[in-house]
């Protein structure tokens, strides 16, 4: 939703402001530049993603759209799950949650959690884990494996916001270039009379101003906002990691989730109070 506004300020600020100095707005509609600077960055875009990133990146648009996934709620969403976990560990052993982990879509504890169950990347990261740890796996080396996982996520997260970045770099160099295919056209028409030749130099002008604005209007701070996105996911599955690791160590549940609850940024980070009377509720 903040994103709509953002992008709804800026355009309307910008030419809000340029109709209030009288300016035409009819100048402004210039297509041709349009598709020169957007196809222009489109393409240099398919010229350095693999397929496989541009799929990335255009399944992450729509996320720019979307609302916060991981607020205060869905993080003690998140512990409560870690501690019904880990208690039913204590209680049953090991081995008491291998039919959760294996199908947690049909899990019983699971199912109380339908948001976290949409998470399937958390969810696999949980699960894997959990095999690992039921395996028998010692602390010391179950943090190396978390920690790779943790960094390669990270890497592989914040490939499409760069991308996006780039690209919105590239932006006003485009800009210029339909600035100045816009000259060649008008240096073409110097037989014609001022007022189509002033005309002709304010479209090339265009160019410039759109490419300005794309890229520090638009598309970079789209790209800025999918860094952040990555961000939380990344602190989301921290969460996980801290929890699985204290867990490991043989820490009681409710500190393993209390360890994981102090990663949490301070915006969206519950209380100890609030954490402990909602996993003792549930």
Known sequence: MFPIIGMAIVFGSIVGGYLLEKGNIFVLVQPSEFIIIVGAAVGSLFIT????????????????LGGDKT?????????????????????????????????????????KYPDILKNHHAIASLC????VLIVGVRPMELEDMLTIESDTHHEEATVAPSAITKMADSLPGFGIVAAVLGVVITMGKMSEPPSVIGHSVAAALVGTFLGILL??????????????????????????KVAVLSFAKDVPPLMAVEAARRVLFSDSRPSFKELENTVRKK
């Open 71 to 111: 607020g205060k709620k869905q993080y003690l969403n998140l512990l409560s799950l870690l501690y019904a976990i880990f208690s039913k560990m204590k209680k049953e052993g090991a081995l008491g949650i291998e039919k959760d982990i294996e199908s947690p879509e049909k899990s019983p504890m699971f199912a």
């Open 215 to 240: 890229c520090y209007g638009f598309f970079g701070p789209i790209g800025s906002h999918l860094e952040h996105r990555a961000r939380e996911e990344g602190k989301y599955l921290e969460a996980i």
């Open 49 to 64: 993603c693999p397929p496989k990133l541009l799929f990335k990146i255009a399944k992450s648009m729509p996320s720019v």
């Open 128 to 131: 894997d884990n959990l095999r």
